[in-house]
């Protein structure tokens, strides 16, 4: 009864070229939903964030993508680069609360 | 500035014996969680503090499992008992004021229940 899920726990890509992380969550009431990288021996670290009332969100070569009706959010990284290898967490949350329910992640390659 | 920390690093234990595992915060952050990750999973939730109370601590496994944030600060996170099944990386976040906003992680603590 995962409420988040990473379909690919791995993904391989090129340098340069785009990388594009899935997660499908089942419960329409999240309305608030995260990316997190995180690398070994290391915490999570915050990497973007769209709200419901959103279907897109952009920060430099990263950007957010939230299809509602799917219940589908992907990440896009563009271009893709080796310090980009990590492994990557969506969570969902609803606002006004402060739990985050974290997908299992997805381990990204970037080939040199 | 300084992000969450979390010490020790490492704890290696063993079953039945009692651990605290600590957090220090973001300076002026209010909120504070613990998740707990175990091999090949996400972070799930454990506990959240607003302030010096604990706000939701629904994820608690069971009642090994205690923590505290006596002055709204630094929080320990304390397990007795401990059991092989412990064994996982524990994580603490913290926000600004809590309930929404981006939530920092520190590094973790990696248990280890021999």
């Known amino acids: 009864d995962q409420q988040v899920k990473q379909n690919s726990p791995s993904l391989s890509v090129q340098e340069g070229r785009i990388s594009i992380l899935n997660c499908d969550y089942t419960n329409s009431m999240f309305d608030y939903f995260l990316w997190y990288k995180k690398y070994p021996a290391e915490g999570p670290t915050f990497l973007i964030s769209?709200?419901?009332?959103?279907d897109k969100n952009e920060d430099g070569r990263f950007t957010v993508f939230l299809n509602k009706s799917a219940k589908h959010l992907s990440l896009h990284i563009v271009p893709s680069q080796p310090g980009d290898s990590a492994v990557y967490f969506c969570?969902?949350?609803?606002?006004?609360?402060?739990?985050?329910?974290f997908g299992t992640g997805t381990r990204l390659k970037v080939l040199a | 500035g300084a992000g969450v920390s979390q010490t020790p690093s490492n704890k290696v234990t063993e079953k039945g014996k009692y651990v605290e595992l600590r957090c220090d915060p973001i300076s002026g952050h209010t909120a504070l969680y613990w998740y707990r990750q175990s091999l090949g999973q996400g972070p799930e939730f454990l506990i959240y503090?607003?302030?010096?109370?604990?706000?939701?601590d629904s994820g608690l496994p069971n009642d090994r499992f205690f923590a505290v944030r006596p002055e709204g600060s630094v929080s320990t996170l304390k397990i007795q008992r401990t059991e092989r099944g412990d064994s996982a990386v524990y994580l603490c976040?913290?926000?600004?004021?809590?309930?929404?906003?981006?939530?920092?992680f520190g590094p973790g603590t990696r248990l280890l229940v021999l």
């Open positions: 976040a913290s926000s600004l004021i809590g309930g929404g906003e981006t939530q920092y």
């Open positions: 769209i709200s419901s009332i959103k």
């Open positions: 969570a969902v949350s609803t606002s006004g609360t402060y739990k985050y329910i």
């Open positions: 503090f607003q302030g010096t109370g604990a706000a939701d």
